[in-house]
């Protein structure tokens, strides 16, 4: 089997295929007359470049990753697989429009396509002839249009002027060739073997280093000769700029040996910055070093970047390392060393800046007030480091601002959610290409200063993989007692961070590495209450979202009422940020009207809400009436803050089994057995006949069952359940539970009391019960959020029972 040559557009390079299946012959004068006669549909799915012109008779490979672009692939290359190809205006647009295309392209066969293991889409694609379009008729699913035959003006073949322009660019093809280092000498065969006077316009003109614009300019050049005219002059310029650029590296190509060779590169270096008119690379050294010199670190620091400064001086200025050992030495000048803000000691200011951002959070700004007493006091104190966890939206990351403003600190913040190569907090060693330092000497170089308050976001989100552990590499960054010289990887210096304020925040302490918790003071957020949540809308949000929309209160106003009624009705989280969304839904309907100059109320009223937001989705947790035996109200607690929940139960008739539904995790399971177990032990003193037991299966269920639950704090609440269906007895109206249980009857404290408070409140219920040694969470509630509720502490499950089941029989009570 004989080779075939073929053309591709890869810098006028020529490539070999042995298969059949994949040769694409150099275009004849015999293949070109047949394009030309061949006559054109009435209309063709148009595919659109972003940054190459098609001309006829050129082979160029496309690689599609539009969705548009790739369905008019498939169907054309299922039908006729004839298209059209035309260049954009502007190759940023995602997604073009008949606007955003030339009028002129170039009819298309596909030869090939290739479907991509990363989605995308490889045509192999040979340009026919010239088209423009007409009309375009839709742009979907891609876009199709009307076209009429674009043919060109071609002189007489034996035109002498014409045919010494085909001589010249054949020439100088050749020598572009020669001169440039990126283009292969086989192209040369190519170029003397073209017969085709168009073709071998066209395959010059594609492979030319020119701008879409300029190409697309000599496709709509309507007569040959011109067009051949104008792709000679873009050729003479092209092969002056490589002539040039040969002449200014032969200036300083010398026969040198070994021991003259750092001298060449100095002189070429400054040869070619002559040429460019720039300054000398030796000046900005200098200024480096000068600089160094007033920077505030110890000697044995200086001493290093001055031996890293004559490292690079040896350097090649074109070498990779060059610019990471550049990178590095003005990093090394741009951080703050041993530069510190003074800190703001004026204790009422600092206090009224935190009420002034954040209602509530009293325990925080507690810390933060304390922390600069200290300070006042003696100034060369380590910093604190402060991990505030609690549920999203309760103002964890915004305090950190308050904090750094109240103190007179600059502010810095990364997340760090996500995060899971530990080079993105060490930085990578410069040995690798396009090395850089980790987040946390990246962050103090744009402070500024060498004592910012800096929030690490959501320190729970990080993650590991086999590029390291993140949260291992923190362990350096949040101890006081080694932080002091902090080790980035491409600094290579140790770095102090004991002024640095960490503050990280966290949403789950349970995610995060026990060593990196014990070096932190955790602090921990609640959720907001309803009266809260109105108090921070009214003080903060309402305000804030007036100034963002370009409105004052002037132009509107809510009543506390309405405040309210969006918190109730249209949110259900722990923090606020829904609950802003919300009120600039509400403002925007107002902007709106101001802007329209219409008549509105400015003054929110229930049914502006209504109109605006909808109908109410959401309602109060209620509680539920006690006329059933075997339901009992639980508390629970969620990401988002607490909630009431009901533990249901049901006999029926049969051999003693339990079925456990309602999507409960394994701790909850095993709290549901415990209470089976207690009362199997207990029957005597709980007044019960043995033989239920054995004659009845019983089925507990915990209603949302594609919600997942967990836990031991419903342990209590199971087993009043399981009491009051074996007795049919009423549980005590109003009243709620939360505790964990053991086999001995005892009752075990467990978390999130306070946010369970807030949802049993928000259910109306009366009476809580809970463990003794939960007392001192509730201890450290706010009175005015415990009013109107009587909580029972105690210790054994009896006591539970005396005061949860009463001596009344639920209505239509089995007779068991």
């Known amino acids: 089997m004989s080779k075939h040559k073929i053309l591709t557009i890869d810098n006028m390079s020529l490539q070999e295929f042995d298969s059949e299946a994949e040769l694409i012959p150099l275009l004849t004068p015999e293949d070109e007359e047949e394009m030309i006669n061949e006559e054109l549909p009435d209309s063709l799915p148009i595919l ?75 045509v192999i694609l040979q340009g026919k002839k010239r088209f423009e379009i007409e009309a375009v008729t839709s742009e979907e699913p891609y876009i199709s249009a009307v076209i009429k035959d674009f043919s060109e003006e071609r002189p007489n073949k034996e035109d002498s ?238 305090i950190g601002r308050s904090v750094a403003e109240a103190l007179g600190r600059e502010y810095v913040r990364i997340s760090l959610g996500g995060l899971r190569d530990e080079a993105e907090i060490r930085g990578h060693r410069k040995t690798y290409i396009g090395a850089m330092p980790g987040r946390i000497i ?45 080790y980035d990887n491409f600094v290579e210096l140790g770095y102090d961070l004991s002024k640095v304020m960490f503050i990280a925040t966290s949403n789950n302490m349970g995610a995060i590495q026990p060593a990196l918790k014990d070096r932190m003071e955790i602090i921990k957020m609640s959720g907001y209450t309803i009266e809260e949540k109105v108090e921070i809308a009214k003080q903060h949000l309402f305000p804030r979202q007036l100034k963002e929309h370009g409105l004052t209160s002037k132009d509107l106003t809510i009543g506390k009422k309405q405040l309210e009624k969006i918190v109730e009705g249209y949110t259900r989280e722990s923090g606020v940020r829904g609950l802003e969304a919300k009120i600039a839904q509400v403002i925007r309907n107002a902007a709106k009207s101001v802007a329209m100059e219409e008549e ?41 803050g607490g909630d009431i929940l009901f533990i249901e139960s049901l006999l029926s008739p049969g051999k003693g089994s339990m079925s456990i539904t309602g999507n409960l995790g394994p701790v909850m399971k095993e709290s549901a057995t415990i209470a ?83 949802a049993a409140k928000r259910a109306n219920i009366k009476e809580i019960i809970l463990c003794h040694e939960n007392k001192s969470d509730v201890d450290e509630i706010k009175p005015e959020y415990l009013s109107g509720v009587i909580f029972h502490y105690v210790k054994e499950m009896s006591e539970v029972l005396e005061i949860a089941i009463t001596d009344q029989k639920v209505k239509n009570a089995k007779k068991l």
């Open 48 to 122: 659109p470049l972003r940054n190459m012109v098609l001309f006829p008779g050129v082979v160029i490979p496309i690689t599609a990753g539009r969705d548009k672009s790739i369905k008019l692939i498939d169907d054309a290359n299922a039908s006729g697989k004839i298209i059209g190809v035309v260049a954009q205006k502007d190759e940023e647009i995602e997604d073009p429009t008949k606007e955003d295309i030339n009028s002129v392209g170039t009819v298309a066969r596909i030869l090939r396509v290739l479907k991509m293991p990363d989605g995308t889409t490889t």
């Open 600 to 640: 509105y109320n400015k003054k929110v009223t229930d049914e502006d809400i209504v109109k605006v937001l909808g109908v109410p989705r959401l309602e109060r947790d209620k509680y539920e009436s006690n006329d059933v035996a075997g339901v009992v109200t639980g508390l629970a607690w969620t990401s988002v």
């Open 442 to 486: 990246q962050s103090l170089k744009k402070a500024g200063t060498s004592n910012p308050v800096f929030v690490l976001d959501e320190i729970d989100k990080l993650s590991n993989s086999n590029q390291g552990d993140p949260s291992s590499a923190l362990l350096e960054v949040l101890d006081p007692e080694q932080n002091s010289a902090f």
């Open 161 to 398: 002027e014409f045919l010494a322009i085909l001589d010249s660019m054949r020439e100088l093809a050749i020598q572009i060739i020669k001169v440039s280092p990126n283009i292969p000498s086989e192209a040369t065969f190519a170029i003397k073997n073209i017969e085709s006077q168009s073709f071998l316009i066209n395959f010059v003109t594609s492979n030319m280093n020119l701008s879409v614009k300029e190409k697309q300019d000599l496709l709509a050049i309507n007569n040959l000769k011109d067009r051949a005219l104008e792709t000679l002059k873009y050729m003479n310029v092209e092969l002056q700029k490589l002539e040039l650029k040969n002449d200014i590296q032969s200036k300083v190509r010398f026969d040198l040996d070994q021991q003259q060779r750092e001298y060449f590169l100095h002189q070429q270096m400054k040869t070619i910055q002559e040429e460019l008119g720039g300054s000398t690379q030796e000046e900005e050294m200098d200024e480096m070093l000068v600089k160094s010199k007033e920077k505030k670190w110890d000697d044995k620091t200086q001493k290093i970047f001055e031996k890293e400064l004559a490292k690079m001086r040896r350097m090649n200025p074109q070498a990779p390392d060059y610019g990471i050992q550049r990178n590095y030495m003005e990093l090394l000048l741009d951080l703050p060393w041993n530069e510190y803000s003074k800190d703001n000691f004026d204790l009422k200011n600092a206090q009224k800046i935190l009420d002034r951002d954040h209602f509530g959070l009293e325990e925080v700004k507690k810390r933060m007030i304390e922390h600069l007493a200290v300070l006042k006091l003696r100034n060369d104190m380590k910093s604190p480091i402060i991990c505030l966890t609690g549920p999203p939206g309760v103002g964890k990351t915004s």
């Open 676 to 758: 089976l177990e207690y009362i199997k032990a207990n029957v005597d003193q709980l007044g019960l006949n043995s033989e239920l037991l054995s004659k009845y299966n019983i089925h507990l269920h915990v209603p949302e069952g594609a919600t997942p639950k967990d836990g031991p704090s419903a342990g209590i609440a199971m087993l009043t359940s399981l009491v009051s269906l074996f007795t049919q007895k009423r549980v005590k109206k109003n009243i709620a539970m939360t505790g964990e249980i053991t086999l001995r009857g005892k009752v075990l404290p467990v978390g999130g009391i306070k946010e369970k408070i807030l």
